[in-house]
């Protein structure tokens, strides 16, 4: 994910909502999410090229998602995927806390991320950059937090902005399909609120939305996430045409397709 905003014990009988947007390269492999046949607890999308995922959840009300930090000179081209972060924590049955800690000793062998994991009670933000904080793994209070890629709560215009119209929307008690209207927002920000990540200006400018649209690279998907105290959670995923959205994000809508997490009858295990 490049995108994530997110309340946590914000709205009484449901810990987490939470919505995303998934941008990477359009040629890069994955399929959207679903429950993995080779760890029926999960429901995930997955990355064919890594084999891991940016975001997920599972029967028991565990969730995780990752952004990648940016910084393209501390790029290691052998380091290994960040998308395992998150299928690893699924598919494991570790408590947010220990999961952290286990992962410590072996995060600098990563390329820069942040990384969410909870279940129905803990929420940790970690991050292998950044300060103490975030290199021990920040147990986080009840509030609206966001990330990008730079660390938690890095005031990049396209954060700022998508935390404003998330707790806007959470205030009304919107439907679900407003916090999707919210994460197809293409506004690009003014260049002298731009950040320097080293990429260029015309990079900055075309990182700069909500929802990313260009050539080759793009938001991939967008997710909204709800985990209430009893009960599955439900994630709902959006997919968008990479060929469509390089030139409108309103053509986002002729390629969503709605996922919900909560099995059917004949997808419930025996």
């Not at 449901?14 to 679903?34: C, K, Q, T």
């Not at 990182?207 to 985990?227: E, K």
Request: aromatic residues 8%; charged residues 25%; hydrophobic residues 35%.
């Amino acid at each position: 994910m490049c995108l994530i905003i997110l309340a946590w014990k914000v709205i009484p009988g449901m810990p987490l909502i939470l919505a995303a947007n998934r941008d990477e390269f359009y040629a890069r492999p994955a399929v959207d999410a679903a429950w993995w046949s080779d760890a029926p607890q999960v429901f995930a999308g997955r990355d064919l090229q890594g084999g891991g995922t940016w975001l997920g959840t599972t029967r028991d009300g565990r969730f995780a998602a990752l952004t990648n930090v940016r910084s393209p000179s501390e790029r290691r081209t052998d380091a290994p995927t960040r998308g395992a972060l998150v299928s690893d924590y699924l598919t494991g049955s570790m408590s947010p806390t220990d999961y952290v800690q286990q992962l410590q000793a072996r995060a600098q062998d990563y390329n820069g991320f942040n990384l969410l994991v909870g279940d129905r009670e803990t929420l940790l933000w970690y991050s292998n950059r950044g300060q103490a904080d975030a290199r021990n793994g920040r147990p986080l209070d009840y509030g609206v937090y966001g990330v990008s890629n730079a660390l938690l709560d890095t005031p990049w215009p396209k954060l700022t902005r998508a935390k404003a119209q998330f707790a806007s929307l959470l205030c009304q008690g919107a439907p679900e399909e407003a916090f999707f209207e919210m994460l197809t927002d293409a506004t690009r920000a003014n260049d002298c609120r731009l950040p320097d990540t080293g990429v260029g200006i015309e990079r900055e400018r075309m990182l700069s939305p909500i929802f990313i649209r260009s050539p080759d690279y793009g938001t991939r998907c967008s997710t909204v996430l709800r985990v209430p105290i009893a009960g599955e959670p439900v994630l709902t995923e959006h997919v968008a045409d990479p060929m469509a959205v390089q030139y409108s994000a309103e053509s986002v809508s002729e390629g969503r397709c709605r996922i919900p997490c909560t099995p059917r009858e004949d997808d419930r295990p025996a």
